[in-house]
């Protein structure tokens, strides 16, 4: 089992700028990555960013140029850096650990980009 604690979610003006953080506890040595995804009320949860063990990354194409995913493994701890924030980006991001028998979700965090 691997246990997912979001952070850093919050109300921002379109342009600006927020970080999110995913601290994974339990089970660490089974992920295999993790990535941030995000949901809007009535659309399919879609994979913002991830990154592997091995430090591959790899992002939707809305947000290249962005957000950065990065992660610190001493701390067992997963960013995303998100730049340049835009409207469309409001959602509930969640975090995802990946494990050769599925994945584990975080609770989620909500971001609202304002006008």
């Known amino acids: 089992q691997v246990q997912l604690v979001e952070s850093g979610g919050g109300l921002v003006q379109a342009g600006g700028s927020l970080r999110l953080s995913c601290t994974a506890s339990g089970s660490i040595r089974s992920i295999n990555a993790m990535g941030w995804y995000r949901q809007t009320a009535g659309k399919q949860r879609e994979l913002v960013a991830r990154i592997s063990n091995g430090g591959n990354t790899n992002y939707a194409d809305s947000v290249k140029g962005r957000f950065t995913i990065s992660r610190d493994n001493a701390k067992s701890t997963v960013y995303l850096q998100m730049n340049s924030l835009k409207q469309e980006d409001t959602a509930v991001y969640y975090c995802?650990?990946?494990?050769?028998?599925?994945?584990?979700w975080g609770q989620g965090t909500q971001v609202t980009v304002s006008a």
């Open positions: 995802n650990a990946e494990v050769w028998s599925g994945g584990f």
